[in-house]
């Protein structure tokens, strides 16, 4: 008597359990929550929000802002790197002297940020350690670029500016024509099945290739204003450019 054969399972059935994972899909209920738990982290009474912006009146709001630290930071970390001024031979920022009426750190600040007190901006660049003082007295910038996450009340405010940032380019997006000409630039990379071994190795390529791209925009983008401001008198916007990374370890 002949033995039956036993069937099995189809190769494709097998490939399909063994496959890669799915995106996870986000629901409004996760949104929420993670908003919620991010302003509970950082100290922002998110309680009644919607009685609270019901009586908000935009001219309101526009009147409570400040100028913000990081932006100021920001701008003049900008134009120490690019302003032939304070550049040396090979295009490097040169130790500035913290008073004089040009090529010092004073005119420096009144130039790139005219709306902050110079001596207040010089200890906030301290803080965060962009800059450093030496023993002579000349003032040396340290880095290009601000972490406003060793700072928690600059943190803060980066955060809630990149929140609104990227809400802004969201609706922009959503309440556009789907042309590319109408669209603000947005685009994400996903994988569901990245290693975590990987990630330290992911973090370095990003913060390189983010760095050299980041500063190419800003460069190009001081160029313009500059050459805009010697055109006639127009009409400007703030604009920001960012790139992030999110881990997932759910």
Partial sequence: MRKQKVARAPRIARAKRLGRPKLKEVSVDDVIKQLLELFDHIGVDAGRLASRFAHLK??????????PHSAAIGELLTCWHQDSDFLDEAGHPKPIRIRGTRRSFRFLAEKS???????QLLLEL????AVAIDTYGFVRVLMRSLPVYEDRRLAIQHTLTSLDSFIKTLRHNLN????????????VARNAAFDLRDIPALKIRVKRQAQSFL???????????????KRAKSKCAQVAIGVYLSVDRE
């Fill in 113 to 119: 940020v005219p709306n902050m007190d110079a001596d």
């Fill in 58 to 67: 935009s001219r309101t709001i526009a009147s409570k802002r400040l100028y």
């Fill in 126 to 129: 301290e803080k965060v350690g």
């Fill in 176 to 187: 556009s024509a789907r042309s590319n000409s109408d669209q603000l630039f947005h685009r």
């Fill in 215 to 229: 500063e190419s925009n800003d460069n190009w983008m001081s160029r313009r204003v500059k050459s805009s401001d």
